[in-house]
């Protein structure tokens, strides 16, 4: 997991040409104009979702984690916080949906601690070995609006 503020994206290129993509998508993009959807930066192999909610307790969030792609969460507007830690740290509460690329999961043991504050103009890079629980309130529900891009391993 790597968090950071999107003025440091460029720290980050030499990770992959993929995510090399999807962060200058995030840096170069006036999101006060882009509506919810889905857009194609690289195909299949590089797109971004930008969805608004209101974001929840930790009791309705759910830890989840991917196989086929890259999270790169980015906080338009708002803050919430985001859970984070070693997939092997958990076991799988559902099966594994190729379709979607999504397992949800349960915690070994209790899970209090590894949560994050994400703000406006952050972003968090999650791996497939990062199970990750986004969408969540930090003291009450609030609006907010991200960006997740999702880049082929």
């Known amino acids: ?9 460029n720290l980050y290129y030499n990770l992959s040409k993929r995510i090399e993509a999807g962060l200058k998508y995030l840096e170069n993009t006036d999101f ?4 919810c959807g889905k857009y194609e930066i690289l195909g299949n192999e590089v797109y971004a979702i930008v969805q608004d909610y209101s974001s929840k307790s930790k009791c309705e969030g759910k830890f989840e984690a991917h196989r086929k792609y890259i999270d790169i969460q980015y906080v338009i507007k708002g ?5 984070c830690s070693d ?15 999504i397992v949800f ?7 209090s601690q590894g949560f994050i504050t994400v703000k406006e103009k ?3 890079i999650f791996y497939p070995d990062d199970a990750h629980m986004p969408s969540i309130a930090i003291d009450r529900p609030s609006y907010v609006k991200k960006g997740v891009i999702k880049v082929q391993v």
């Open 87 to 101: 997939v092997e740290n958990f076991t799988d509460a559902t099966d594994y949906s190729v379709e979607k690329d």
């Open 105 to 111: 999961l349960e915690p070994k043991t209790d899970f």
């Open 122 to 124: 952050e972003f968090v």
């Open 1 to 9: 997991m790597i968090k950071d503020n999107i003025k440091n994206a």
């Open 79 to 83: 803050a919430e916080q985001m859970g």
């Open 32 to 35: 006060s104009t882009v509506e």
